[in-house]
């Protein structure tokens, strides 16, 4: 799955997002990626996004993980001002095995999984550049493909913290 956040402490907000990750029934988070920052896919006028990748193996349909994973957004406080705007949290299911959805509530994958810096670096973290995506890419070939989408490592660890009912320090 895909985390992001922009505002009030996005790299904090990733770590809190992870331990409640933890928390979700008949699942363990059993990978992280780094936690790469990239300017605003949408509108320019916000600050840049922090994003990393994590790994839930999951006994969960998909429709019942993007519900935890909506309650997770909806206790860390998310509201949605504008499209592709700020977020102090943003949690996207992007791949489930070999599952395929197309529905209103859930498409996968992710329809921008394939096209996205932001999501590909921090997914090859815990993939590798030559895992085979579903549509017969790999990881490496689909970043060739982008051109030059600037995303940074961070020296942030996404698995530091823990979560009291507040956000931690940076």
Same mark, same amino acid.
Request: hydrophobic residues 35%; glycine residues 8%.
């Given at each position: =799955?895909?985390? $992001? ?16 990750? #933890? ?7 059993? *990978? ?5 920052? @990239? @300017? ?5 006028? /916000? ?26 957004? /909806?206790? =860390? *406080?998310? #509201? ?8 102090? %949290? ?42 085979? =995506?579903?549509? *017969? ?8 493909? %982008? ?8 020296? %942030? ?6 979560? @009291? $009912?507040? %956000?931690?320090? /940076?």
């Amino acid at each position: =799955m895909g985390l $992001g956040a922009n505002i009030d402490q996005p790299a904090a907000q990733l770590q809190v997002a992870c331990q409640y990750l #933890r928390e979700i029934e008949s699942s363990a988070l059993i *990978g992280l990626s780094r936690i790469y920052q @990239s @300017s605003p896919l949408g509108p320019q006028d /916000q600050p840049d996004f922090f994003n990393a990748c994590a790994h839930l193996q999951t006994t969960l349909t998909p429709e019942a993980l993007l519900e935890s994973l909506q309650q997770i957004e /909806q206790r =860390m *406080g998310k #509201r949605r001002v504008r499209h592709w705007g700020e977020r102090c %949290i943003d949690l996207d299911l992007l791949l489930c095995a070999d599952q395929r959805r197309d529905t209103k509530a859930l498409q996968l994958p992710h329809p921008g999984v394939y096209d996205r810096a932001f999501v590909l670096r921090p997914l090859a973290d815990l993939v590798g550049l030559d895992y085979v =995506m579903p549509n *017969g890419d790999d990881i490496a070939t689909l970043l060739a493909q %982008i051109g030059d989408q600037q995303v940074t490592v961070t020296s %942030i660890n996404p698995d530091a913290g823990s979560h @009291s $009912g507040t %956000i931690g320090e /940076q």
